[in-house]
């Protein structure tokens, strides 16, 4: 399906900053671009406010001159919403209200040519309900930005139960020619983006309530183990914690309570307490003049082991063995007669975190977390089981210390971080794509250009191992007696016909 023409007019509603961004990339396209906003005078101050942006980013030499003055020439503010019958595409980014979008819609109705494709940046309301209310609602399609969108790649093109194949293939072609990275989704709650990232926060959460680890730290781990650019709770307190709780929080009920996104009371007792993050002062972290900022728990500075012995396959952690080499430490091999392989180093045992407590592989058993890549992971998570002896947990420590990692000993808690967060991350991408939300393409470029996580979840799912990722989330329900944590159908049908995600 073709694009849009260039010279085709885009209506943009909604004045503030989405609606300001959206209207840029537009501009930015080619196309004359209408804004409307009900508040007088919005839309003047919406497109000089673009204009210095795209000052700065000539002054930058991001832009040139010439390019920047043809973007803000076709930015054009109007005073009514009747001023936007010459539109051949209009894109509302107002209040999350849905009476106040049926009737903006249906006002357009009236006013738009037929054939107009009618588009809503809605976040997290029904396309189907809000094309409800019109006589031709296969003309209606979702269009997602992310903010801010003159930046953010992704774009969810959301198709209701009554929005034509046409208008969405339309939309998609029309975003890839605005340089953007689009994918289809069906209306859904959270569509893919919203839904699929709740796990990145609620693991998170969760390991903070079971006192697993600190928030400084699990936010490292991520970071430098996980290969994420921002720690969950850095990231929940940029965003605003009342505005992370309201997303879980509706999600949560559009799903009829699942487990899977039941809200934390942590981050609810944040909330009420007005700790809001970043804007407040305060969230998870003081950024209060003067306050300090907040550090991980780092082991000490251990000896190095002059030997470790390698049992059997380390799958998705065979890296370690070439650091191991690399180091210096001799490390032969014998076969495990166990299905998962594991390091000896002194009287530890350390294998690779399968979902269970350490404690199921040895009185001396430490599981480490789940790295991006060994080779460039800069930190690694250790468990030790609880009746480990000291020195056991030092050989192991002074093991991945001599591998140039700085190592957080947390408590012996099931999935540790990086794998239970990712295992669940794929676990939802999973169901998104059973349900027929998206396809499995979908999930990974939503992820990676939506949020810049570092790879697909179902990629990552495909790299650790999809029978892994099964065992890691058996043995997660196992512990906790939670169906939050039930695998699913989809990875134990690949698992089952030996297949992965992205073959």
Known sequence: MSPLSPDTIVAVIGAGTMGAGIAQVAAQAGHPVLLYDAAPGSPEKAIARTADGLARLVERGKFTAEDAAATVSRLTPVAKIADLAPAGLVIEAIVEDLAIKQELFKSLENICASGTILASNTSSLSITDIASVLDDPGNF??????????????????????????????IFATAEGWGKKPVHATSSPGFIVNRVARPFYGEALRVLEEDGADAATIDAIMRESGGFRMGPFELMDLIGNDINLAVTTSVYHAFAQNPRFAPSKVQQDLVAAGKLGRKSGRGFYDYGEGANPPEAVSSAATATPDRVTVHGDLGV???????????????????????????????????????GPASDHGSNAVAFDLALDYNEATRIALAPAP????????????LFQALGKSVSVIRDIAGMIVMRSVCMLANEGADAVYA????????????????????????WADAIGLAVVERVLDNMTAVYDNPRYQCSALIRNKVAAGELFRS
């Open 387 to 398: 009746s480990c002896d000291p020195a056991a947990l030092a050989a192991a420590v002074g």
């Open 317 to 355: 952690a065979e890296a370690l063995v070439g650091l191991i080499e690399k180091a210096g430490i001799a490390c032969p091999r014998e076969p495990s007669a166990g299905e998962q392989g594991f390091l000896s180093v002194g009287a530890a045992r350390l294998h690779l975190c399968d979902g």
């Open 141 to 170: 399609v979702g269009i997602h930005f992310f903010n801010p969108a003159q930046v953010m790649k992704l774009v969810e093109v959301v198709s209701g139960s009554a929005s034509s194949d046409d208008c969405a293939e339309i």
């Open 436 to 459: 027929r939300v998206c396809n499995e393409a979908a999930v990974d470029t939503a992820m990676c250009y939506g949020v810049n996580y570092p790879a697909g979840p179902l990629q």
